[in-house]
């Protein structure tokens, strides 16, 4: 028995060299490569392990309302378009460059999960991806269930949301200092503080 577990190790062991040499030559762990078909496979399976069987059958108990909508729509701007962009794309500096890239989120593998899921993943993060857990740690979090409403709105954002949407995006201080600038140039204010 101990010989046979000591060969099931030296075969894994064997497999595991074998994998990480395969990853190394093929260019390495940059983030800049696309994750293969098995690590997409592998990741989405291990999500979908991570989220308990009981969150994924809650329901969302935020009702929708449009007031509801607005307020989620702004939140998402301030908090999550950084990585996933307004429209939900992930088309970003920062969504693009993360390992694996930030989802799109209008596209069927998030549409497809459960408003349980979705809320999971928000409010616990997920490991390994960048993703990290924004809900607080007990108590109710009804703003991530409000970004699941948004969420599955997605896909039919309107050009009005968008433009809505950008008024609330974060803004690093140096673009706030050309802001400032170029409104004060163009208010006739050209004397240098």
């Known amino acids: 028995m101990l010989k046979k577990l000591a060969i099931l190790i030296l075969v894994l062991l064997l ?9 190394i030559s093929s260019g390495g ?10 690590e997409a496979a592998l990741a989405r399976t291990a999500r979908g392990m ?3 069987s009981s969150a994924k059958e809650t329901k969302n108990p935020v009702p ?37 890239k930030a989802p799109d989120m209008r596209q069927q593998r998030t549409q497809s999960l459960t408003d349980g899921e979705i809320y999971f993943i928000i409010h616990n993060g997920v490991r390994l991806t960048g993703m ?32 809505d949407m950008e008024q609330f995006n974060p803004h ?8 400032k600038e170029e409104e004060d140039f163009l208010n006739g204010n050209t004397e240098k503080k």
Not at 29 to 38: K, V
Not at 66 to 78: K, T
């Open 172 to 179: 690093s201080h140096m673009e706030m200092k050309e802001e």
């Open 29 to 38: 762990f940059s983030a800049r490569q696309q994750p293969t078909a098995l």
């Open 50 to 52: 991570a989220i308990p």
């Open 64 to 100: 929708l309302t449009p007031e509801l909508m607005q307020e989620a729509r702004r939140h998402f701007a301030d908090h999550c378009a950084t990585c996933h962009a307004n429209d939900g794309s992930g088309n970003t500096e920062i969504g693009q460059n993360l390992y694996p």
């Open 15 to 23: 497999l595991a060299g074998v994998g990480l040499w395969w990853i």
């Open 132 to 163: 990290p857990a924004w809900g607080p740690p007990s108590g109710p979090d009804n703003d991530s269930w409000a970004l699941v409403h948004f969420i599955r709105r997605l896909p039919e954002l309107t050009a009005d949301e968008l433009k």
